[in-house]
Structures are given as C-alpha cells and as structure tokens.
C-alpha cells in the first residue's frame, strides 16, 4: 500500500520559474492538503480540498494554486517562484478530513529556490 | 483563529527517564481536537497521540501519554521509558471540530516544535 506519495523528493528553481508538486493517494481519501514547513516553524497549512472538484485555501495561499480533478490527485503549483517559497512542502490526506479521521503524510519535497 | 505554543525548542534526556514536553494553546472555540506528532531525520510526520476535548479521560498510547487541562488550555505529552528511537522533533497540534467556515480556518495548527534528543 502506498499511501500518499510525494514527487519530486528534492527540486532546486531559479526565482521566476514555474513548477508542479506532485501528489497522489491510493486510499480513496476525499479530504487532500498541502502544508510547507519552514525552519523552527510547524507546518502552515496552504490549501486543501474536501473532493474532487473543490479546493479552499488555508493559512498561506498565495503564491500557489491548487486543483483537485481526481480523489487521488492533488498538485500544487508554484506559478512564479520566490526565494520565499523556499521549504519542505508536505502533502497529506484523511477520510474525511474531519479530526477523528487521521491524517497521512507523505514523505515531503524539499525546494530551494535561488 | 488559534495559536499553539511550544516554549521548549529542545530537550535532552536519558535512555529510559522519562520526559515531558509542553504545549499551551489558545483558542475560542469549546470543541477540538489535540495531537502530538513525531517527526524523526526521516522527515516523516507521524501521529504519537490525540485527545478528544471534551473527553476529560487523558490519552494513552503505550509509552505515550497526554495531561490534557482544558481550562488552563496545556497538553503536555509524557514519554515513559525513553527509547533511543524517540529522538525526532515533536509537534503539538490544534483542529476544530467541524462546522468549518473555510477560508483558512480550517486544518492542523501547530506549534514550532521541540527537539528531544534521547542520550544512549
């Protein structure tokens, strides 16, 4: 089972440059996030979606956009990148994104931005 | 909106003491949902433990354990018998229970992280 799965792992951008984060599940989870994580920070929730067809934003939207044409996929992209962007970007998924239902994480892409 | 605090960056302790690391947070509303995450050099998030609100019973998960006070709004988590394996960054966490209003109110809010670091 592979659970949520993050590509690429690393990524290194030149400031303007666009870009695609990956994200795939294979649980048949309706709610989908991305968060980004800074150092000596937690994780900031940027946006989520709670199926296909519906997105939202969190705390830290701008600079990236969001679709959700499938429940099992949900890229991020960063139209323009800025040194700013740069962090370990984390996806996650739960049943039904509600607190009882446990979030999983994938294993996170790193980006740097120069 | 929510805030979480965790006023220790890091710890350091001995294989097999046991340790506890604070969290405090603020919020309006009466009912959520807590966690503690671990998050080892692997990079990988992973659920320790979560406490209901309105449950005042404490959370249990084998060594892991939780003094949840509500009113004083602390969730401090409790590591018995240390293990080399604890060593990560640990993360305390905040959701609201549903409805949600979205527009970013909604989602995990968690603090900055402790490091602890278990001693062999």
């Known amino acids: 089972n592979a659970g949520v799965t993050q590509t690429p792992k690393f990524q290194v951008l030149k400031t303007g440059q666009s870009m695609t984060l990956q994200c795939a599940q294979d649980m048949n989870h309706e709610y989908m996030s991305w968060y980004r994580q800074d150092p000596g920070m937690g994780l900031r929730l940027i946006h989520y979606s709670v199926g296909a067809g519906i997105t939202d934003q969190g705390e830290v939207p701008n600079g990236y956009n969001v679709s959700r044409s499938t429940t099992e996929d949900f890229p991020l992209r960063l139209l323009s990148a800025a040194p700013s962007q740069t962090s370990v970007y984390f996806c996650?998924?739960?049943?039904?994104?509600?607190?009882?239902?446990?979030?999983?994480f994938g294993n996170g892409t790193r980006l740097t931005v120069t | 909106a929510q805030t979480v605090t965790q006023s220790q960056p890091e710890m350091s302790v001995q294989e097999a003491e046991t340790v506890t690391l604070s969290c405090t947070y603020d919020t309006s509303e009466n009912n959520y949902y807590l966690f503690w995450y671990k998050q080892p050099p692997s990079r990988q998030m992973i659920l320790v433990i979560r406490?209901?609100?309105?449950?005042?019973q404490n959370a249990t998960e084998n060594r892991f354990s939780v003094n949840f006070q509500k009113a004083a709004k602390s969730f401090s988590l409790k590591i018995s018998d240390s293990q080399l394996g604890d060593t990560a960054m640990y993360f305390c966490?905040?959701?609201?229970?549903?409805?949600?209003?979205?527009?970013?109110?909604?989602?995990?809010?968690f603090g900055k992280g402790t490091h602890l670091i278990i001693q062999p």
């Open positions: 966490a905040f959701m609201k229970q549903p409805p949600y209003s979205g527009g970013g109110a909604d989602g995990l809010t």
């Open positions: 996650a998924s739960s049943y039904s994104g509600q607190p009882n239902s446990p979030l999983h």
């Open positions: 406490q209901e609100a309105y449950k005042q």
